[in-house]
């Protein structure tokens, strides 16, 4: 079968991605993602020079002092720098009056991101749990705006750790969307499908993707086969994308996991490899992220009128800059950035982490029962 590439579907065509650029616009018959003939293969290059290695290490947020009575955590060499970036990304909490009067007259749609956002970073990622108090946050949350969860993982995945069925899902950076059936049109899109949720109740798919499935699956099986060797590496398989973490690989072996995963995605021109936390992510070249999944679930939920409607994306990572970059270029909606440490954004606020996340959640549910109720005298 072909994978017809037309310059009308939005979703085969990345303009962001440098790799491969040449190719974009071919059409290729499926199941041959893999390219055989060696001329077409680029110069190997070293990743110590061109600059993955240095993108590694900055996946890696600066050492940090526990300010134990606060639980919280301080870069040492730059409480100024960390001040300074206070001050040009707010904390959301602080300025939720700000925010508030943003809101007026407006409905506000709730996007989150989930590790590192709705639970803490930790070393295994199968065992990232999300609290009960966040996960009550966020059922609160959705009781009150329409809410949905964008992960990098699988939708299936992400469903199983927040196990909220009152929330919109998108897996995979937003290549796996799920939506209630009687929303409009989106089947007229051939990369929606008709399914059945995990309450059996009909909805519809939404995979820009999934003729990527068998080669994300084959890049997985080699994956895990070229880093079992490497201790502490660990490669998922999100069905439409996959991850290497090299969290718990020793800071010395790192450039032989980058090696090795560059070498080997070189055999892959459909492919491109982009960074998160100690984690490399194999993506297909597809003009599809998570700011297009933003910008589809408002058009699909009928959210997308600026004037009624005021999302806000919370989000931890380089992934969930392109949500943050949507809402902000848009002028329809702002990013918070989860960090502890400075980062440039494109997020408008900031929270330090997971906790602050639950506290700005229960604020959003407390304003909003207070207007409520005086908006009903
Ligand atoms: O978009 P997200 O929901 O934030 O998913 C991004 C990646 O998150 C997970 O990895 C990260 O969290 C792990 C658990 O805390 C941590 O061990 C790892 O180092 C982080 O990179 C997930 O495992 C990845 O597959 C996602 O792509």
Known sequence: ????????????????????????????????FMMNSRKKIPKLDDVR?????????????????????????????DDFAQRAWMLKYPSAISSFAHIAAQAK?????????????????????????MSDAMRAAVKDVAKYFPT?????????????????????????????????????????????????DQQDEEVNLFQPAKEFIPVIEEVYNSLVEITKCIKGAKVENHKFCASVHYRNVDEKDWPIVAQRV??????????????????????????????????????????????????IFIGDDKTDEDAFKVLREGNRGFGILVSSVPKESNAFYSLRDPSEVKKFLKTLVKWKKMENSTSSF
């Not at 007259?105 to 749990?129: E, H």
């Open 1 to 32: 079968m072909d994978l017809n590439i037309s310059k009308t579907n939005p979703v085969l065509t990345d303009p962001t991605t440098p790799v491969n650029k040449s190719r974009l616009g071919s059409s290729f018959p499926s199941g041959r």
């Open 49 to 77: 020079s061109n600059g993955w290695l240095d993108a590694m290490i900055s996946s890696s947020p600066p050492r940090k002092r526990l300010v134990k009575d606060f639980n919280v955590e301080i870069a040492p060499e």
């Open 105 to 129: 007259n407006k409905k506000i749609a709730v996007f989150l991101d989930y590790d590192g956002t709705l639970s803490p970073i930790v070393d295994d990622p199968d065992r990232a749990i």
């Open 148 to 196: 949905a969860i964008i992960s990098g993982r699988s939708r299936d995945k992400v469903y199983q750790l927040v196990g909220l069925t009152e929330l919109y899902y998108a897996g995979s950076h937003g290549m796996d969307i799920m939506t209630p059936v009687n929303l409009n049109g989106s089947l007229e899109d051939p990369n929606c499908i008709k399914s059945t």
């Open 262 to 311: 560059h070498d080997h995605l070189k055999q892959y021109p459909r492919l491109r490899l982009t960074h998160g936390r100690k984690v490399l992510e194999v993506r297909p070249v597809i003009g599809w992220n998570k700011g297009k999944a933003v910008e589809f679930l408002l058009e699909s939920l009928g959210l997308s009128n600026n004037d009624e409607f005021l999302p």
